[in-house]
T-cell receptor, first 114, second 114 residues
Framework: AQSVSQHNHHVILSEAASLELGCNYS??????LFWYVQYPGQHLQLLLK??????LVKGIKGFEAEFIKSKFSFNLRKPSVQWSDTAEYFC????????????FGRGTSLIVHP | EAQVTQNPRYLITVTGKKLTVTCSQN?????MSWYRQDPGLGLRQIYY???????DKGDVPEGYKVSRKEKRNFPLILESPSPNQTSLYFC?????????????FGSGTRLTVV
């Protein structure tokens, strides 16, 4: 079974700082990759996704992620965070075959100080 | 507006009293699923459904039941709730089980079992 590891459980930044959240997965086959954001008290919303093609994907609100197949990684980045980016971020993996059961990481809580 | 609607948003119940959490989507999505979200554990899939009358277990199905009699509805049933089922529950749908354009999540149901 696949697994997803988000190394940073809590991240605290000041506004305008750069952000990188790590996501590594373990699965031997082809995967579809996602980052979701959950603002306080709200449901999860899709930030960006990668299925194939250019490994650098751009999402909403200035976020981007890079798929590095050799490292089984899909790290999320943003050059300059804002206070409104305070939220919990989840990486998710769906194998492109078999059961297609998604696996979510445990989440990273990001707090941005104004 | 395309959405996944869950009811109720909040529910407090007693051990052993059967309850149903409803989930409905208006996007004609084939794939629907239920997750529970617990602190430090991220999201874990309970059950999923690939189409009408087709359901299957996710990672943590014990103590839960689902049904998919119509494409738009996917209720979650707890026949005999226990305190360890106290959690935040999300219903999600997508065009396909591969994730399509990502999952659309409902607003969540916070369940407390005393």
């Amino acid at each position: 079974a696949q697994s997803v590891s988000q190394h940073n459980h809590h991240v605290i930044l000041s506004e305008a700082a750069s952000l990188e959240l790590g996501c590594n997965y373990s699965y031997g086959g082809t995967v579809n990759l996602f980052w979701y954001v959950q603002y306080p008290g709200q449901h999860l919303q899709l930030l960006l996704k990668y299925f194939s093609g250019d490994p650098l994907v751009k999402g909403i609100k200035g976020f981007e992620a890079e798929f590095i197949k050799s490292k089984f990684s899909f790290n999320l980045r943003k050059p300059s965070v804002q206070w409104s980016d305070t939220a919990e971020y989840f990486c998710a993996v769906i194998p492109s075959g078999g059961s297609y059961i998604p696996t979510f990481g445990r989440g990273t809580s990001l707090i941005v100080h104004p | 507006e395309a959405q996944v609607t869950q009811n109720p948003r909040y529910l407090i119940t007693v051990t052993g009293k059967k309850l149903t959490v409803t989930c409905s989507q208006n996007m004609n999505h084939e794939y629907m699923s239920w997750y529970r979200q617990d602190p430090g554990l991220g999201l874990r899939q309970i059950y999923y459904s690939m189409n009408v009358e087709v359901t299957d277990k996710g990672d943590v199905p014990e103590g839960y039941k689902v049904s998919r009699k119509e494409k738009r509805n996917f209720p979650l049933i707890l026949e005999s709730p226990s305190p360890n089922q106290t959690s935040l529950y999300f219903c999600a749908s997508s065009l396909s089980r591969q994730g399509g354009n990502g999952y659309t999540f409902g607003s969540g149901t916070r369940l407390t079992v005393v």
